[in-house]
């Protein structure tokens, strides 16, 4: 029901900052709660934030709280994570995820669609 394309990922230092982007395709985004995953290289896919309907409601995981900010603009359908004081092991490749659901939920198995992944590479 619903394609996803994110963007944004790139190289940065640690400490610095970098916006990652995620384009739904359709007109049914705002019925979709959203979240963010990563990937590290030789490790399981683990939840990093999610954000509800109306984006009234946000979830974080505990080793990006306080440093990155999930926020979506339905108007553009379009999710972004917005990832401050960044750190090397913050390395993986992100993925935007959608759920046809009201609910914020934390597990991969839970999200319906998954967009293709953008790499976010934090040097020391």
């Known amino acids: 029901q619903v394609q996803l394309v994110e963007s944004g990922g790139g190289l940065v230092q640690a400490g610095g900052s970098l916006r990652v982007s995620c384009a739904a395709s359709g007109r049914t985004f705002s019925n979709y709660a959203m979240g963010w995953f990563r990937q590290a290289p030789g490790k399981e896919r683990e939840f990093v934030a999610a954000?509800?309907?109306?984006?009234?409601?946000?979830n974080y995981a505990d080793s990006v709280k306080g440093r990155f900010t999930i926020s979506r603009d339905n108007a553009k359908n379009t999710v972004y994570l917005q990832m401050n004081s960044l750190k090397p092991e913050d390395t993986a490749v992100y993925y935007c995820?959608?759920?046809?659901?009201?609910?914020?939920?934390?597990?991969?198995?839970?999200?319906?669609?998954w967009g293709q992944g953008t790499q976010v590479t934090v040097s020391s």
């Open positions: 954000i509800s309907r109306s984006g009234g409601s946000t």
């Open positions: 995820a959608a759920r046809s659901s009201a609910r914020v939920v934390v597990t991969p198995v839970a999200y319906d669609y």
